[in-house]
C-alpha cells in the first residue's frame, strides 16, 4: 500500500512539473511575438520597412534617377530654381508630419525662400493609413481652389484630429474654401486617378514608404532620400547639387 502511493505521488509531481514547463514556453513565445510585434510599429525596424528613418550609405556614389514631374503637380518655390525636391508623401504619415514640423521648415529658410529650390509634393497615401487617401483627396479638392498648401498645411498641423468626423470640412471652412464646393469634390472620385498615378510614379522610383524625396534636378537626375531626415542631411545633399 505504501509503495503504490509513493508511485502515485511521483507521478503527479512529474505531470506538474511538465505542464509548467510547457506554460513557460508558451509564454515566452506569446512575450517574443508582442515584443517583435512592439519593434515593427515603434519604428526599430523602419530601416527594414521603409516608413521611418533610414540611413543614407554616403560610402557609395548614390544611384542616379530619371524623372519627369507630372504636369500640375504642386509646387512651392521658384519655378526657375536650379534644383528640385519631389516629396512623396502621406497626410498619416507620423515621420510625414516630423518632416514637416522639425525639417521643412529649415529647407524653407535657407533654401527655397532664396529661390535655390522648388519643392513639389506628390501624393503617396499608404493603404494601412484609413485617412490618408480621404486627406489626399481633400487636398486636391482645396487645390480646386488654389489652396493645396493651406490645406496640406492644417493638416499635418492638425494630424492627430484626421479620424475626427467631418473634418475635413471643418478645415475647408477654417481656409474660407466654398465649403459646398468642396464637399461636391470630396465626394466624388474625380481625383482618385491622380493619386493612384502619383503613387504608381513613387514606385517606378524606388518609393516603398513615407516620406521619400528624389532631389536634383530633371537633366542630371535625381537621388532618392528616404525618411524623415533630419536637416543637416538634406543641407549635404542639396550642397552636392
Not at 100 to 112: C, F, G, M, N, R
Not at 172 to 201: P, Q, R
Request: aromatic share 12%.
Amino acid at each position: 500500500m505504501t509503495d503504490n502511493v509513493s508511485q502515485g505521488d511521483e507521478s503527479s509531481k512529474k505531470t506538474i512539473t511538465i505542464s509548467k514547463s510547457f506554460l513557460w514556453m508558451t509564454v515566452a513565445v506569446i512575450l517574443a511575438i508582442a515584443l517583435v510585434g512592439t519593434l515593427f510599429f515603434t519604428g526599430v525596424f523602419s530601416g527594414i520597412t521603409g516608413f521611418g528613418p533610414a540611413t543614407i550609405d554616403n560610402g557609395n556614389a548614390p544611384s542616379i534617377i530619371k524623372y519627369t514631374i507630372p504636369e500640375g503637380a504642386h509646387m512651392i518655390g521658384n519655378a526657375d530654381a536650379p534644383i528640385t525636391i519631389v516629396e512623396f508623401s502621406d497626410f498619416e504619415c507620423p515621420f510625414c508630419s516630423r518632416f514637416y514640423k522639425e525639417t521643412l521648415p529649415s529647407i524653407e529658410k535657407e533654401w527655397i525662400d532664396t529661390g535655390k529650390v522648388k519643392l513639389y509634393y506628390l501624393q503617396y497615401p499608404l493603404s494601412f493609413h484609413p485617412q490618408a487617401m480621404p486627406a489626399a483627396k481633400a487636398t486636391e479638392c482645396a487645390a480646386e481652389q488654389s489652396k493645396f498648401w493651406e490645406y496640406h498645411n492644417i493638416i499635418f498641423e492638425n494630424q492627430a484630429k484626421l479620424a475626427t468626423e467631418g473634418i475635413f470640412s471643418t478645415w475647408a471652412a477654417e481656409i474660407e474654401l466654398d465649403v459646398e464646393k468642396f464637399n461636391t469634390c470630396f465626394e466624388s472620385t474625380k481625383y482618385d486617378g491622380k493619386i493612384n498615378k502619383d503613387m504608381a510614379d513613387g514606385n517606378t522610383v524606388g518609393v516603398s514608404g513615407t516620406p521619400s524625396f528624389l532631389i536634383g534636378n530633371e537633366k542630371d537626375g535625381y537621388q532618392l532620400v528616404v525618411g524623415a531626415q533630419p536637416y543637416t542631411v538634406f543641407k549635404q545633399v542639396l550642397s552636392s547639387q
